[in-house]
């Protein structure tokens, strides 16, 4: 009796553990290219604007529902609350390449309000240093006028710094050249 249970027993048991794996791996990859909000770009929205209702801009005149990049390099999706929050997801290149995947709430000034990493693919402990407070804070305000020379870069961080600041600036021009049809009824 034993014989013929434990066989039937053992593979369930794997088969269980499989799918679990499975379910985690399809978790931490999966992109949404459907419009609809994950978790993760809700919780980056609302840490940096607060509540609100967020919606992934769609291209209405696509065939599938297809997020509006504006023709930008990098964009996943631009996102906005309808009012006046605008949110750029997007990912840059640091150190690493593609190593900054990034959401850019970007205020009705057009400067930039608040920075959140969907995901960090630089050199632990040198070029993740770009998450610390006291370099994000310097990229607060960041707007269309300026100069990415004038925020200083981290120490050993050179190219994740430099992929910050054009990241930011990648934001506020997209921005200030698509505030009107990122407001407008879609």
């Known amino acids: 009796m034993k014989n013929s249970i434990m ?44 509540e609100g209702d967020y919606e992934i801009l769609l291209d209405s005149d696509a065939e599938e529902k297809t997020p509006v990049t ?44 608040g920075i959140y990493f969907l995901e960090i693919g630089e050199t632990p402990g040198v070029g993740t240093k770009v998450q610390e407070a006291s370099f994000l804070d310097k990229l607060i305000g960041f707007d269309a006028e300026t100069d990415e020379n004038s925020v200083d870069n981290i120490t050993s961080a050179t190219y994740s710094s430099k992929g910050m600041k054009a990241a930011c600036k990648k934001a506020v021009t997209l921005y200030s050249q698509n505030k009107e049809a990122i407001f407008s009824d879609r």
């Open 70 to 113: 504006f023709d930008t390099d990098g964009v996943v999706s631009v996102i906005t609350d309808g009012k006046d929050k605008c949110l750029v997801e997007l990912v840059e290149d640091g150190y690493s390449k593609g190593g900054l995947h990034l959401l850019i709430g970007i205020n009705s000034e057009g400067a930039v309000e």
């Open 7 to 50: 066989p039937p027993l053992a593979l369930t048991v794997i088969c269980i553990v499989v799918s679990g794996l499975l379910a985690i791996a399809y978790n931490k990859t999966y992109v949404d290219t459907t419009g609809v909000m994950t978790d993760e770009l809700k919780a980056g929205c609302e840490d940096i604007f607060g």
